[in-house]
């Protein structure tokens, strides 16, 4: 199968094979005949997956070490902002500008330990202080 038209014409092909003509796919595609009892739907899925893995190519070696277990999950990087960095954001027509310093953050000249509590002052809710002003997507 060297096009996309000449694999789709064969995967439409297999809900219309027989089991056995299945089977023969099966033994073809993995080296050996399917387990006993293999429901049909789960050969045409699989030998399926093996045209089209033939065709157009299969996973990366990174995608299978993350589905084998092999690769730990990669680790969430925290953002961090800098002393000086500002902030702005507006909400409901009034603009927000809070300032980042060694130790919290100063809005309207009052430090505050974190973003979180200056979303919640200014709108009255229990928001995420980095999603609020945009740092957090």
Known sequence: MSTGQDLGTALAGLKRASRHRLAEHWAEYFGAAPPPRTSRSLMIRAVAYKMQER????????????????EPAPVRRRRTLSPGTVLIREWHG??????????????????YRSLSEIARRITGARWSGPRFFGVKA
Do not use: C, F, N, W
């Open 94 to 111: 009034i603009g927000h500008q809070v300032t980042i310093i060694d130790k919290g953050v100063l809005y309207r000249g009052e430090p």
């Open 55 to 70: 065709a157009l190519g299969g996973l990366s070696a990174a995608t299978r070490r993350l589905l084998s277990g092999q």
